[in-house]
């Protein structure tokens, strides 16, 4: 079974750009989760998807958005990048909603703000 | 507001001896955890859980005990290997959804 894929790896943008991040989850799996996790700090929950709706967003400014396509795999789109959104960006699936599931994680992109 | 606390950045370990990682929380309406392992360039690994109604969960040579009352978790690793070195994460959901993290342990098993 496939692990959450993420692309790219690696990306790097000048201030003010756009960025776009990608995750396919696992195969049956419905929810997706985006964390940043800035340098030197623990994971901070961004967006949560789950059957094409936005269900939850952390404490993050609009320019941070996202969707989910109806095969489930989902977008971040981070608008008017600024320095302190170099990150890595972790996007996370599991099951089903309302029940307790572990969340699995892809690798990563690595968005670097020069 | 950090919910999730672990106060020890980093813990080394003699191969063979058990490693204790401890994880604090301030929110009592959590009521699932998890443990992750993370090595370098690659993404949390899921490593246990735990839901509230349970006080201890066990996998091989990993176990997780939670005491509800003192908000407090703890993965205990018995026998450390040296393969066990990572950084681990432990994390709490009021919903089996939205997670809350810490921001994590430096594990170091020296062999």
């Known amino acids: 079974e496939a692990g959450v894929t993420q692309s790219p790896t690696h990306l790097i943008k000048t201030r003010g750009q756009q960025a776009t991040l990608r995750c396919s989850p696992i195969s049956g799996h419905t929810s997706v989760y985006w964390y940043q996790q800035a340098l030197g700090l623990g994971l901070q929950f961004l967006l949560w998807?789950?059957?094409?709706?936005?269900?939850n967003r952390g404490n993050f400014p609009p320019r941070f958005s996202g969707r989910q396509f109806p095969n489930y795999s989902s977008e971040l789109n981070v608008n008017a990048l600024e320095l302190e959104d170099s990150a890595l960006y972790l996007c996370a699936s599991s099951r089903e909603t309302n029940s307790n599931q572990p969340q699995h994680f892809g690798d990563g992109t690595r968005l670097s703000i020069l | 507001d950090q919910q999730v606390k672990q106060n020890s950045p980093s813990l080394s370990v003699q191969e063979g001896r058990i490693s204790i990682l401890n994880c604090d929380y301030t929110n009592s309406m959590f009521d699932y955890f998890l443990w992750y392992k993370k090595y370098p360039a690659e993404g949390p690994t899921f490593l246990i859980s735990i839901s509230s109604i349970k006080d201890k969960n066990e996998d091989g040579r990993f176990t997780v005990f939670l005491n509800k009352s003192a908000k407090h978790l703890s993965l205990h690793i018995v026998p450390s290997q040296p393969g066990d070195s990572a950084v681990y994460f432990c994390a709490a959901s009021p919903t089996g959804n939205q997670f809350y993290f810490g921001t994590g342990t430096s594990l170091t098993v020296i062999p």
């Open positions: 998807y789950d059957e094409g709706e936005e269900r």
